[in-house]
């Protein structure tokens, strides 16, 4: 087990016609060029969403899993900058790291939000960069049904709802009523702030980060686009088919008419226009 005792999440709860997504204003926030100046074979990037994506990027337990596998029974760091995604994912991430039989020290470069912020939980220690947030808020999902189905999945999020309070409140030393209340209002927590209110343990140096342009925009123009087509009750496989239709797949008479990689972008971000409700 990793050095300080962590309580587990458990995601086992069938829900239906539930999908979870990633809350648009946290992909508005992300910036996916922060990352760390410095690495090692000992170290874990968190870098995007969370769960399996479109586009490949996307973090999953299966890759953490066999990250850790690979770094054995050695102290670990992982950098995160990251808006959410997939809470089932996230959970299972949390409880990988904090199964780990060595320090894991946990770095926030940029944002940890939503299931993010969860993983970000999973540090013996908790270090956050410059300008950096963690944001907590009740679980965000997507549901499809009438009224009675409605009701269902909102007592069966409720469950997990209090599963984020119960480690948010036990990292932070604040009682499960007051997180409950900042999940409510869905918190953005300063690096400062989450030091003095305990939801971390230290700050970085600015020497500790860096940023890369290499398709930044590109992703998080994708990453906005398939948030917004979730808001719109889109479900996974029909956003699947929007993306293979436009970047893959495509007949040879039409690729002259394509966009170039440079073109993408705004291709993607007048979709997510038109997707927006």
Not at 225 to 254: D, I, W, Y
Request: hydrophobic share 45%.
């Amino acid at each position: 087990m990793c050095l300080i005792k962590l309580p587990e999440i458990r995601a086992d709860i069938q829900l239906g016609d539930i999908q979870f997504d990633m809350r648009p204003d946290a992909l508005e926030r992300w910036d996916p060029g922060v990352v760390a100046a410095d690495s090692s074979d000992k170290s874990i990037s968190i870098y995007g969403r969370i769960g399996k994506t479109d586009d490949g990027t996307g973090i999953t337990a299966n890759r953490i899993g066999a990250a850790l596998r690979a770094i054995g029974k050695q102290d670990i760091v992982v950098n995160v900058n990251s808006p959410g995604g997939d809470f089932f994912e996230g959970v299972a991430i949390y409880n990988l790291l904090r199964e780990h039989q060595a320090k894991v020290t946990m770095r926030v470069l940029g944002v940890a939000a939503s299931a993010a912020s969860v993983i970000a939980m999973a540090g013996d220690e908790i270090l956050m960069g410059d300008s950096s947030h963690i944001m907590i808020h009740n679980a965000w999902a997507v549901a499809v049904g009438n009224r009675h189905d409605f009701t269902e999945a909102a007592d069966r999020l409720a469950v997990f709802d209090a599963a984020m309070a119960k480690v948010y409140a036990e990292r932070s030393g604040a009682n499960a009523e007051e997180v409950a209340a900042m999940m409510d209002k869905e918190t953005w927590i300063t690096a400062e702030a989450a030091v003095a209110s305990g939801f971390a343990t230290g700050l970085l140096s600015s020497s500790s980060l860096s940023h890369t342009e290499a398709s930044c925009g590109q992703q998080k123009a994708m990453a906005i686009v398939e948030a917004a087509m979730a808001k719109a009750g889109h479900s996974r496989a029909s956003r699947r088919e929007v993306f293979k239709t436009l970047f893959s797949g495509k007949p040879s008479a039409a690729e002259a008419a394509m966009p170039r990689a440079g073109e993408e972008v705004a291709l993607l971000q007048s979709l997510t226009n038109s997707l927006r409700v």
